[in-house]
C-alpha cells in the first residue's frame, strides 16, 4: 500500500508508467528499504536493479527473485509490485531468523515490463538476456519523442553495469495470477509449469461495398460475414485445443461501415495461443486452412500477416518442483496453471532455470484499478518463494 501511494489513481489503482518521475519515486522506495534490509545496490545500463544479500559462499552465482514496479496507465497495485515487494519480504525474513545461505539472495526490479510507454515489453529482462539490443531499447521513443536512454538519464538510473553480464543461479517470480482459474477453483498456489506461446495476426478480408438493398444475398460479396467465419473458426480452434488453447478477435474495423452498404472490407486482429509449438503450428494451419475455405466459398480475398510470434517457455522442472514441494510442506491447497500473460519470468528462463509462483487476484482482473488480491494468499505465495529460494540457495552450515 506504501508503493502503490506513489501514483495513486481516484478509483484505487496506480499509474506509475516506466522511467517517469513517478517510477523515480517508487524506485527510490524500493531502493531505501532495501538498503535498511541490509542490501547492496547495483544498477545496469537498462536499469535494472539487482539488490543484493550475500552467501556464504561468494563463487555461487545468486538465486534471484523479482519483477517490475511500472504499471499501466490504469494499473493496479498487485501486478509486478507484488513479486519485487514479496522478494523484499524473504530478505527481511531470513534477516529477523538469522538465515545465513549458502548462495547470494538478489531481488531484482526489471524496466519496463508493462511496455506502456515504451515498446517493447519485458524490455530490461529482454535486454538482459539477449533478446534485443541495448542499442535498440535505448533509441525507443514515447509519443512525445522522448527515447529510453535519454530517460533512464534523466531519472538517474543509467547504470554501468553491462546487461547480462551478472549471473544467475535460478530464478523465481511471484505473481498474481491475472486470471479466474485459481479463484474459480479456490486454490491458493497456482504451480506454474509453463507460459503459453503467442502468435498475433492481422487479417484482411476484402469484398466489394454495394447497396444493401438492390443486391440479392446470393450475389454479394459481404466482407463482414466472411469475416465473421473467420472469426468464429478462432474460437473453435481454441475449444478444440484445450485446456491451454487461447483464441482472440479483439480489434476490429468496417469499412465503409454504413448502415445500408454491405461491407466491403474488415481489418481485424487474431490471438492465438498455446502451451507447446507443435500446438501453436497445428491452430495456425487450422486458421490458414479456414481462409482457403472462405475465400473460394465466399468469393472474397483473405489476407493474413503474422506480426508477432513468441514460442511457449517451459520453465525448469527442478526449480517448478522446488515451488510444488514448498506448497505441500506449507500445506496450501494448490493445482499447476499455464500462465497466459508474458512475464519477464520468460526472459530469465533464457538464461537461469526458472519457475514462477501464483496467488489468487479478485474476480481475476488485471491491469485495471479494481485489480486486489486478499493479504493471506499474498502472504502464502510469499511464504512459497522463501522456501522454494532457500531450497535452491541452501542454508548455511
Known sequence: MDLASIGATPKGGVKRLAL?????????????????AGLS?????????????EGTNPDLPPVMTGSHIDTQPTGGKFDGNYGVLAGLEVIRTLNEQG??????IEV?????????????????????????????????????????CDELDRIGYLGAEVCG?????????????????????????????????????????????????????????????????????????????????RGTVGFVQVFPNSRNVIPGEVRFSI???????PLLDKMHEELLACISSVQADRGVKVSLERVSNYP????????????????????????????????????????????????PCKDGISHNEIEDARADHLAAGCNVLLHAMLERAKIAK
Open 99 to 104: 538465515i545465513q545461505t549458502e548462495a547470494p
Open 108 to 148: 531484482t526490479v526489471w524496466t519496463n515490463e508493462e511496455g506502456s510507454r515504451f515498446v517493447p515489453v519485458m524490455m530490461g529482462s529482454g535486454v538482459f538476456c539477449g533478446a534485443f539490443t541495448l542499442e535498440h531499447a535505448y533509441s525507443m521513443k514515447d509519443v512525445d519523442g522522448r527515447n529510453v
Open 312 to 359: 511457449p517457455c517451459p520453465f525448469d522442472a527442478d526449480c517448478v518442483n522446488a515451488v510444488r514441494i514448498a506448497t505441500e510442506r506449507l500445506g496450501y491447497s494448490h493445482m499447476d496453471v499455464v500462465s497466459g500473460a508474458g512475464h519477464d519470468a520468460i526472459y530469465a528462463a533464457r538464461v537461469a532455470p526458472a519457475a514462477m509462483i501464483f496467488v
Open 20 to 36: 517517469t518521475d513517478l517510477d523515480k519515486q517508487g524506485r527510490d522506495k524500493v531502493v531505501s528499504w532495501a538498503k535498511e
Open 165 to 245: 553480464e551478472r549471473a544467475i543461479g535460478s530464478y523465481f517470480e511471484a505473481h498474481i495470477e491475472q486470471g479466474p482459474v485459481l479463484e474459480d477453483a479456490d486454490r491458493v498456489i497456482g504451480v506454474v509449469p509453463a507460459v503459453l506461446g503467442l502468435s498475433w495476426y492481422d487479417c484482411v478480408v476484402t469484398g466489394v461495398e454495394s447497396h444493401a438493398g438492390p443486391t440479392p444475398m446470393p450475389l454479394r460479396k459481404d466482407a463482414l460475414q466472411a469475416a465473421t467465419v473467420v472469426m468464429q473458426e478462432v474460437v473453435a480452434i481454441a475449444n478444440r485445443y484445450e485446456p491451454s488453447g
Open 41 to 53: 545496490i547495483t544498477v545496469d545500463q537498462i536499469g535494472n536493479i539487482f539488490m543484493r544479500r
Open 271 to 277: 490471438d492465438l495461443r498455446n502451451e507447446t509449438s
